[in-house]
């Protein structure tokens, strides 16, 4: 009688079979792919041909640095960041809050233990980061737009032609308050039924950029009533992946450009009678801009038809920010003089215009300007336009004389 054979699985050769060399570099390559981003979109992405992983990770700038204490500040909230081993009361505690305030605004516990980098809301402002609190500058982190308009505005007068202009020496700038220059990110709060997946393609960014922004766990749980803060764009990049992105969709073997249908494919055109030139009738007029809006009631009209996105408030942001689409006309808010056009440190163009009473309007974060220093122009004249990218608003600031004053006043 024979032995019976072993099972096939259990078999020396059928294993040492399967290490052959070829399988033995299918398994490296494999483990070489881990070390890549992940793209999990598999329409047509095979291999690393279309892979747009590293494109879209990269528009999104890291999160700034916060002081000692936790707090990163902005001019419309602030947030503490949690330590490694911290619960809600031992934040509430660094920061000076009281601990059951905290937790209720954030969902939470007094005693809830919060992962490192985990971001809490605050109810009400604290103490703004400083040198003394270990912050890289003093103050909140405002728009680049905002920086040294003051001194933007001041020269403005001093360069204006116009005789009696009161001005005021300024005091000289302290280093110790230099600012801190960066985007505002949107603060969302989460409702039932959503998801880290969900909340970023509702805003556009990479799950993993929301999850390092808001020290989310490998899991990516969130909570309902959790406050996140969806990563700021940065423009540069998004910029340059959406060149990327056109040059390969450009460059794909086998796809021509598509050209629009003639009107006439589907149907004729429509029967017309064309009229001799000479009887043809005078176009109207466009509307006189200037003229229509100097009627409203208001001393001021609106520079743009847009959303309020950020409101003035004194020392922190000197205007009020309005957004609109790309391109949208930034008109100028009253008859006056072009008193300056110059940019910001971060190279953002500013328009200056001079108006009676000692009174200035400044337009920065514009673009496509379309007037010259010394110009005149009128109320609603088309003056710059709405730039394009994340930063598609205007700063709109009123000033008399050196001090900015609510704009809002003025255009209601």
């Not at 270990?134 to 920086?147: D, E, K, L, N, R």
């Not at 942001?317 to 957004?323: F, Q, R």
């Not at 003089?337 to 200056?352: E, G, L, M, N």
Request: charged share 20%.
């Amino acid at each position: 009688m024979h032995a019976p054979r072993p099972p096939r699985a259990f078999r020396p050769g059928v294993l040492a079979g399967f290490w052959r060399p070829a399988a033995a570099l299918t398994g490296l390559a494999l483990v070489s792919a881990c070390a890549q981003p992940l793209d999990f979109d598999l329409r047509g992405n095979f291999g690393n041909a279309f892979n747009t992983a590293s494109a879209a990770q990269s528009t999104t700038a890291a999160r700034p640095r916060p002081d000692d204490r936790g707090i990163l500040s902005y001019p419309n909230y602030q947030v503490a960041v949690a330590q490694r081993g911290d619960s809600v009361q031992d934040v509430a505690r660094r920061i000076g809050m009281d601990a059951q305030e905290l937790a209720s605004y954030n969902g939470l516990q007094p005693r809830d233990l919060l992962r490192k980098d985990e971001v809490l809301a605050l109810p009400r402002r604290v103490a703004e980061p400083s040198l003394a609190t270990g912050a890289v500058t003093s103050g909140p982190i405002q728009p680049a737009s905002t920086v040294d308009i003051a001194s933007i505005a001041g020269n403005a007068i001093d360069n204006a032609t116009p005789a009696g202009v009161e001005t005021t020496t300024l005091e000289p700038a302290k280093t110790a308050s230099k600012t801190q220059t960066g985007v505002e990110p949107t603060r969302h709060k989460v409702a039932r039924g959503e998801t880290a997946y969900t909340i970023s393609r509702l805003y556009g960014v990479s799950v993993k950029a929301l999850a390092d922004w808001n020290g989310l766990g490998p899991d990516f749980t969130i909570r309902e009533g959790q406050f996140l803060l969806i990563p700021a764009a940065n423009p540069e990049a998004a910029s340059k992946a959406r060149a990327s992105a056109a040059a390969a969709a450009a460059t794909v073997p086998g796809q021509g450009t598509p050209t629009p249908t003639p009107p006439s494919a589907s149907k004729p055109l429509p029967a017309e009678k064309t009229a001799p030139a000479a009887q043809a009738q005078a176009k109207p007029k466009a509307p006189d801009l200037g003229k229509t809006q100097s009627k409203s009631s208001s001393k001021m009209g609106w520079p743009v038809n847009g959303s309020i996105i950020r409101e003035f408030s004194k020392g922190k942001n000197e205007g009020i920010d309005i957004s609109a689409p790309a391109g949208t006309a930034i008109t100028a808010a009253a008859n006056g003089t072009v008193a300056a056009i110059t940019s910001s440190a971060d190279k953002v163009p500013i328009v200056v215009v001079k108006h009676d009473n000692n009174l200035l309007t400044v337009y920065a974060n514009v673009s496509g300007i379309t007037v010259a220093k010394g110009d005149s122009v009128k109320r609603g004249q088309t003056i710059a336009k709405i730039r394009s990218g994340a930063s598609n608003y205007v700063h709109f600031e009123v000033r008399k004389g050196f001090n900015s004053i609510d704009p809002m006043p003025y255009l209601n």
